[in-house]
């Protein structure tokens, strides 16, 4: 299995408040990406990464900021946790998809907001 | 832009029956085709993909898959259903001219009757 861990693994939170979701790999992949998963909508491209302190928007980028400082990490934070932000979320994974190239994804974090 | 359409959000068959499940796509440049499966509780992993090459594939768990350029298909089949078989399914699709996005579809969720 892919070293891919994310933390918290639950969590809930009120409205209004900050929430920064944490992705770990092991694999030294250079693609990093953040995916929210939501009923009748399949998965969605928050935010992904190509390189440390190089990222770009995904389709859903709007409340959500990114960060990666090192390989290794990926940081998601939604800087004012909405009612909408509830979701799961997937962290993955990738050497090269450009090339066909396979995404490995985390076991997600379930995120509710009151 | 590209996009992926997941025909039947749930599919039920019973143990032993054919499975069909039928996804087509979008594309404005020729695309890479992948199906993942997502089984209770966890992550997607990588059922199979089309690149390049031979239209039909075959991937994990007895799945294949045929590109249909034609049709803009790429449906995922399996002669048999287990009962391990039970999960949701992802169509998604990539773009071969260097992007490193992947698009999903909505998922089906498939069902399997003792």
């Known amino acids: 299995d892919a070293g891919i861990t994310q933390s918290p693994r639950h969590k809930v939170t009120e409205t209004g408040t900050p929430v920064t979701l944490r992705c770990h790999q092991t694999?030294?992949?250079?693609?990093m990406y953040w995916y929210r998963q939501d009923p009748g909508h399949g998965l969605r491209l928050i935010h992904y990464s190509y390189g440390v302190k190089d990222t770009d928007k995904g389709e859903v980028s709007d409340g959500y900021s990114v960060s990666r400082s090192k390989t290794e990490d990926f940081l998601l934070t939604l800087e004012s946790a909405t009612s909408s932000q509830t979701s799961v979320y997937f962290c993955a994974i990738s050497e090269e998809v450009a090339e066909g190239g396979e995404l490995f994804f985390g076991e997600g974090s379930r995120l509710t907001v009151l | 832009a590209q996009s992926v359409t997941q025909l039947g959000s749930h599919v039920s068959v019973s143990e032993g029956a054919l499975v069909l499940l039928r996804c087509n796509y979008s594309?404005?440049?020729?695309?890479?085709l992948f199906w993942y499966v997502q089984y209770p509780n966890q992550g997607l992993q990588l059922l199979l993909k089309y690149t390049t090459g031979a239209t039909l594939v075959k991937g994990i768990n007895g799945f294949e898959a045929e590109f249909k350029k034609s049709e803009t298909s790429f449906h995922l089949t399996k002669p048999s259903a287990h009962m391990s078989d039970a999960a949701e399914y992802f169509c998604a699709v990539s773009d071969n001219f260097g992007n490193e996005k992947l698009t999903f579809g909505t998922g089906t969720r498939l069902t399997i009757i003792p």
């Open positions: 594309s404005s440049v020729p695309p890479y």
């Open positions: 694999e030294n992949h250079r693609y």
